[in-house]
């Protein structure tokens, strides 16, 4: 369905992502982990059409290379920011009709916007100022507005960012309903080896944007390479047990504090 081939970003003389190729079938859970700065994030600002590259990214045989963001979007390729992105002032019923009216190509269905808002579990929260929402519930409108565009994949950044345990699960919950429910594939970007392995059918670890290794998750996170890639011959500890999370498996961060308050993320990543 999502077939990249050889894509390279430089910033300058940063070369962001570097010569990866993947792909993605219909149905699909991929995950993509690895050290921050590794380029996860760029890679998805490429596939969403926000920067050019070079190489080639073929979406059911299409070529999105040179497409704008809202076409792509129209294609069937959504996705979420790692710190969620929603309109303060508008409702939750807005902010998930906003995704349905701009980003489905089958035209604003209000019916379809109250389905997603039972669907993401916000359907007593309709008439709340997004704003005023907490954490666990921006993301789940975030990922609900995502929803509404009808999409065939669905990029997640870092969910889990920032949750704790139990929200954890509940997100884990809506993003196995997504996949098998609505049929929808998913790429997602984690830290959480745990969730990882849990979620994902095929796992892309990356460093300095290029590829490290890419298969099976429980083959691919005990991969020497991938330890090396985290520990650094220093062993400064980037495969961990995080405590302030409750014992979840914490990979790619260089601390677990990040991981909980999301400071670290800087805004339009
Ligand atoms: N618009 C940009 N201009 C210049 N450099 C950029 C830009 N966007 C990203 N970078 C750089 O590209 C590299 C990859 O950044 P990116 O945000 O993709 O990493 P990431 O893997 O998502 O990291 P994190 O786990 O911290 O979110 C970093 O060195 C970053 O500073
Ligand atoms: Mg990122």
Redesign the pocket.
């Known amino acids: 369905m999502l077939e990249i081939k050889n894509i390279t970003k430089k910033?300058g003389a940063?070369t962001?992502v570097n010569n990866l190729s993947f792909n993605v079938q219909k149905g699909d859970v991929f995950g993509i982990a690895?050290p921050?700065?590794?380029?996860?994030?760029?890679l998805y600002n490429l596939i969403t059409g926000l920067y050019p590259f070079e190489g080639s990214i073929r979406f059911n045989g299409q070529e999105l290379r040179g497409m704008l963001p809202h076409r792509i979007a129209k294609l069937g390729i959504a996705r979420t920011f790692?710190i969620p992105q929603t309109f303060p002032s508008l409702t939750v019923e807005a902010g998930i009709g906003i995704g349905n009216y701009f980003g489905s190509q089958d035209g604003f269905d209000s019916s379809y916007v109250d389905q997603i808002l039972k669907f993401v579990n916000l359907d007593k929260k309709r008439n709340h100022k997004t704003g005023q929402l907490n954490l666990l519930d921006k993301k789940m409108l975030m990922i609900g507005a995502a929803l509404a565009t009808k999409p065939k994949i669905l990029m997640l950044d870092?969910p889990m960012a920032g949750s704790n345990s139990k929200e954890i699960i509940s997100l884990m919950d809506l993003i196995k309903r997504i996949n098998q429910d609505m049929g929808i594939a998913i790429i997602i970007i984690e830290h959480f080896m745990k969730v990882l392995t849990e979620l994902t059918r095929k796992l892309l670890i990356i460093q300095t944007g290029t590829e490290i290794c890419c298969g099976d998750p429980v083959e691919v996170t005990s991969n020497p390479k991938v330890i090396e890639c985290y520990l650094g011959s220093s062993g400064d500890g980037q495969i961990t047990t995080s405590e302030n999370s409750n014992s979840e498996i914490h990979i790619?961060e260089k601390n677990a504090e990040k991981n909980l308050t999301g400071s670290?993320?800087a805004g339009g990543?």
């Open positions: 910033f940063l962001a690895g921050n700065g590794a380029g996860k994030s760029t790692q870092e790619g670290n993320h990543k």
